[in-house]
C-alpha cells in the first residue's frame, strides 16, 4: 500500500538572532490511509512543528513531503492554502469557532471556500453534524454550547469536505475528564469507518487510544511503537 503521507529527512531550521535552531532534524515517516497515529512528545520537541508540516501550515527548510503521492514540500502559498481545504481536516485544542455563527454556518465554512452551492453545503454540513451526535443542536451559537460539544462542531467542520486526513491538535486540551474521553471516543469510531487520524498530544493516556505512537524528543523520533 502506498503510504498517504510520506516524509523524507525533514529538517525545519529557524533563525533565532544569530542562532539556528533545529525544531526538526531530519525526519523520516510514513503514515497509511486508515492509520490512526498519535505523535507524542514534552514540550520543546518538535511535534507542533511535524504537525505544522503535514498539515500544510508551514514548509520545511530541507526534506521531501509527499501527500499522497504529490510533492508539497515546493508549492506555493495558494497551492498549499487548496491542498489544506481539500484534503486536511482541522481539530484545534481551542476550537477555532466563529462566535457569531451558529453550528450549522460553522460546519459550512470549508464549504464556501470551496466554491460548492449553498443547497449542498447545508446538506453535507447536516450530515457530518449527525454524523457527531450534533442532530439537535444545529442552530445553537458557540456560546450556548459546552466544551465537549463545541470541540464536536469543530470536528464535523473538519469532516465536512471529507479530508484525507483528519489532524487533531491536542483535542482535549481544553476538555474535563468526561468530555475528553467522549471526544476520543468519537475519534476512535471515525477512525473504524475509514478515516486516517494524525493526533498531537503530549499525554501518554490519549496516545494510547492510538494505533500507533511516534515519539518525538528534540526534534528527532526517538522511538514508535504499536499499542
Known amino acids: ?27 523520516s515517516l510514513n503514515i497509511y490511509p486508515n492509520e490512526f497515529v498519535a ?24 526534506g521531501e513531503y509527499y501527500l499522497k503521492g504529490e510533492n508539497v514540500s515546493d ?20 476550537y477555532n469557532l466563529l462566535p457569531r455563527a451558529n453550528a450549522l454556518k460553522n460546519v459550512e465554512l470549508p464549504l464556501v471556500y470551496a466554491g460548492v452551492s449553498k443547497a449542498q453545503r447545508i446538506a453535507k454540513a447536516r450530515q457530518a453534524l449527525i454524523d457527531v451526535g450534533l442532530e439537535d443542536r444545529m442552530t445553537h451559537k458557540p456560546n450556548e454550547l459546552s ?9 464535523a467542520r473538519a ?3 471529507q479530508p484525507s486526513i483528519i489532524l487533531a491538535d491536542e483535542p482535549t486540551g481544553n476538555l474535563d475528564s468526561k468530555s475528553g474521553a467522549e471526544i476520543l471516543n ?4 471515525l477512525w473504524e469507518k475509514g478515516n486516517t487520524i494524525v493526533l498531537v498530544t503530549h499525554e501518554k493516556e490519549i496516545a494510547q487510544k492510538a494505533q500507533r505512537i511516534i515519539r518525538l524528543r528534540d526534534g528527532l523520533i526517538e522511538g514508535e511503537e504499536y499499542t
Open 1 to 27: 500500500m502506498e503510504p498517504l503521507i510520506r516524509l523524507i529527512n525533514i529538517s525545519r531550521v529557524y533563525q533565532v538572532g544569530e542562532e539556528q535552531v533545529f525544531a526538526l532534524k531530519n525526519i
Open 39 to 62: 505523535i507524542m512528545g514534552p514540550s520543546g520537541s518538535g511535534k507542533s512543528t511535524l504537525m505544522n508540516i503535514i498539515g500544510c501550515l508551514d514548509t520545511p527548510t530541507s
Open 75 to 94: 508549492m506555493d502559498d495558494n497551492e498549499l492554502a487548496e491542498i489544506r481545504n481539500k484534503e486536511i481536516g482541522f481539530v484545534f485544542q481551542m
Open 147 to 155: 466544551g465537549g460539544q463545541r470541540q464536536r462542531v469543530a470536528i
Open 159 to 161: 469532516l465536512v469536505n
Open 186 to 189: 468519537l475519534f476512535h469510531h
